[in-house]
C-alpha cells in the first residue's frame, strides 16, 4: 500500500517551459515533504522541502505547493532546462523524531531544447 | 570526505553468497539510513541508526538481512545467502542530527551514490 503516490511515471517538457510534477499521499501523519532528483548512477540529492504549515515554498526556478485538505504536492520548474532532466522523487516524513522518508516511485522529467 | 561515499559501487553475488555493503557517512553526522531501491521504484526505508544504536530496523525484509554500525561512523549493511529478490541499488544516507523532538522539523539527508546488487 503505497503511501506517497506519483502517478506520472514520465514527462517530455520544452525547454523555456513549466514543469509541473505532482505526488498525492495517503497518511495524514506526514508534516514535511520534500523533493528529490536523481541522475543516473548517483544518489538523489534534495532539491526544495516545505513544511505542513505552509502552502508554498519557493527556491529560485522551483516552487512546490502543498495542498493538506487534498494530500497533493506539486513541484513546478520555471523555466524549465535541459539539465533539469532526471528523475524527481517525492518523499514525505512523519514526525517519528528520526525523519524516516517515505518515497514516491518518481517521474522522469526530459527536457529538451 | 564531503559527501556520503559507499562501497563497491557494483555488486554481483551469485544466489546463496553473503554480501557486505560499507557506507562511509559525512563525518560527524548522527544519523544514518539504509535504504533498498528496486528497478522502477522509489526508495524504501531498511534501518536507521543514531550514533552506533541501531533504533529502528523495522524495514529490513528479513533476518538474512543485518545491519551495523559500532562505531557511530562508518556502517555495514550485510545480506547473507543472498536471493534474486535481493538485486536492488541499497542507498546509504547521513544527517547531522539525531532525534528531532516534540517539536518537529527535519534533518536533511544526504545520499551516497548507492550499492547496485546484482544477484544471478
Known amino acids: 500500500d503505497q503511501q506517497v503516490k506519483q502517478n506520472s511515471p514520465s514527462l517530455s517538457v520544452q525547454e523555456g517551459r513549466i514543469s509541473i510534477l505532482n505526488c498525492d499521499y495517503t497518511n495524514s501523519m506526514f508534516d514535511y515533504f520534500l523533493w528529490y532528483k536523481k541522475y543516473p548512477a548517483e544518489g538523489p540529492t534534495f532539491l526544495i522541502s516545505i513544511s505542513s504549515i505552509k502552502d508554498k515554498n519557493e527556491d529560485g526556478r522551483f516552487t512546490v505547493f502543498l495542498n493538506k485538505s487534498a494530500k497533493h504536492l506539486s513541484l513546478h520548474i520555471v523555466p524549465s532546462q535541459p539539465g533539469d532532466s532526471a528523475v524527481y522523487f517525492c518523499a514525505a516524513a512523519s514526525p517519528s523524531g528520526y525523519s524516516t522518508l517515505t518515497f514516491g516511485k518518481g517521474t522522469m522529467l526530459l527536457v529538451s531544447p | 570526505g564531503a559527501g556520503v561515499s559507499q562501497s563497491p559501487r557494483y555488486k554481483v553475488a551469485k544466489r546463496g553468497q553473503d554480501v557486505a555493503l560499507r557506507c562511509d557517512p559525512i563525518?560527524?553526522?548522527?544519523?544514518l539510513f539504509w535504504y533498498q531501491q528496486a528497478l522502477g521504484q522509489g526508495p524504501e526505508f531498511l534501518t536507521y541508526?543514531?550514533?552506533?544504536?541501531?533504533?529502528?530496523k523495522s524495514g529490513l525484509p528479513s533476518d538474512r538481512f543485518f545491519a551495523e554500525r559500532p562505531e557511530g561512523s562508518v556502517s555495514t549493511l550485510k545480506i547473507q545467502r543472498t536471493q534474486q529478490e535481493d538485486s536492488a541499488v541499497y542507498l546509504c544516507a547521513s544527517s547531522l542530527f539525531g532525534m528531532i523532538g516534540l517539536a518537529g522539523g527535519y534533518s536533511e539527508q544526504f545520499f551516497g551514490p548507492g550499492t547496485r546488487l546484482t544477484v544471478l
Open positions: 563525518s560527524g553526522h548522527v544519523s
Open positions: 541508526f543514531q550514533n552506533e544504536a541501531q533504533l529502528d
